[in-house]
């Protein structure tokens, strides 16, 4: 039997940041800044911009917003994005990623 030793809790913004690593493996993507008042909540309470978390339970929903790279096939990176992000997150905390929610706000033009 198992020794119980305690409760384990990984912050939100800890949540994040794992996120945001993990998009950034994704090079046709970039998270998205949340404009002046989100990015400024961010500042103060750590976390990555653009990527919002929610915690229930043991279960675990990410909103991000992103900007694809032009030409290349945003359903595609989209699914890569979400699969990166659930395995990063999962294995890291050990919590379970009910939902990557990604919303693509911008084409990047830039080459």
Known sequence: MA?????IKVADQVIAIIAAVA????????????GLYQDLAKKLNGGAKGIAVA????????DMRVSVRYGAPI?????TLQKK?????????GLFVEAV???VET???SK
């Open 3 to 7: 020794e119980r030793l305690g409760e």
């Open 55 to 62: 915690v229930t339970e043991d279960k675990v929903i990410i």
């Open 23 to 34: 998009v950034e493996e994704v090079l046709e993507a970039t998270v998205r800044s949340g």
């Open 85 to 93: 992000v659930k395995e990063a997150v999962e294995s890291l905390t």
């Open 107 to 109: 084409i990047d033009l």
């Open 101 to 103: 929610n990604v919303r």
């Open 75 to 79: 359903h595609q990176v989209c699914h």
